[in-house]
C-alpha cells in the first residue's frame, strides 16, 4: 500500500475514533484525551515542512468542524506541525533514521527514550497552546498547568498503547542494491 494511501486511512480512523469515541468519553474536568494526533506524530520524515503545516491545518480543522470550534485546533495543530522538523534534528543523528527508516517509531529513533521525548514535547505543545486559546487567560493559572500536563500524560499513555498495539513494520533501509 502507498504512503498517500495509508496516510488517509490513518487520517480517516484516528479522526473517526476521536469524534465518535473519545469526545464522548468524560474522564474529568480536567483531563481531554486526543488520539488525532497520532497522524501528525507518525507522518514521514520525509515530508516536507510546507505540507506538514497543510496537514496539520487540514487535521485540526476537519477536527473543528465537528466540534463547532473557530481554529483552536487547527492553530494548535499547525503549531504542532511547524515544531516537529525542529525536535526530529535535536533527537535524531544526522546520518541517522530519517534516511534509514520512513517514519518516526520506537525502532527508528533509537528505542522508546528518544521517541517519547519527541511524542510528549509534540503533545505538550499541542495542549498547552489548544488549552490557552480556549481560556485566552490566565486567571487560574493553576487549572490550566494542571489541566495541561494531565491531558499530555493522558495523550502520551495513549499513543505509547497505540505504539504497542500497532507496531508498524519498517524495515531498515540501505543504499545497497
Same mark, same amino acid.
Given at each position: ?64 468542524? *465537528? ?7 487547527? &492553530?494548535? $495543530?499547525? %503549531? @504542532? ?5 525542529? =525536535? ?55 487549572? *490550566? ?7 499530555? &500524560?493522558? $495523550?502520551? %499513555? @495513549? ?5 504497542? =498495539? ?12
Amino acid at each position: 500500500m502507498s504512503v498517500f494511501v495509508k496516510n488517509i486511512f490513518r487520517f480517516i480512523f484516528l479522526m473517526l475514533i476521536q469524534v465518535f469515541v473519545l469526545d464522548k468519553i468524560r474522564l474529568h474536568q480536567m483531563i481531554t484525551p486526543y488520539i488525532y494526533i497520532i497522524f501528525m506524530l507518525w507522518l514521514p520524515f520525509k515530508t516536507s515542512r510546507t505540507a506538514l503545516l497543510i496537514f496539520g491545518f487540514i487535521l485540526g480543522f476537519t477536527l473543528d468542524s *465537528f466540534r463547532h470550534h473557530p481554529g483552536f485546533h487547527a &492553530a494548535a $495543530c499547525v %503549531l @504542532m506541525a511547524y515544531c516537529r522538523p525542529f =525536535l526530529i534534528n535535536l533527537l535524531i543523528p544526522q546520518e541517522g533514521a530519517e534516511t534509514n527508516y520512513e517514519e518516526p517509531s520506537f525502532k527508528s529513533m533509537g528505542g522508546p527514550l528518544p521517541y517519547l521525548i519527541y511524542a510528549g514535547t509534540l503533545i505538550f505543545v499541542h495542549n498547552f497552546w489548544l488549552f490557552l486559546l480556549e481560556a485566552w487567560q490566565f486567571a487560574d493559572g493553576m487549572y *490550566f498547568i494542571l489541566k495541561t500536563l494531565a491531558s499530555t &500524560a493522558i $495523550c502520551i %499513555l @495513549m499513543v505509547l498503547i497505540t505504539e504497542l =498495539l500497532f507496531s508498524r513494520n519498517q524495515k531498515f533501509k540501505t543504499n545497497t542494491i
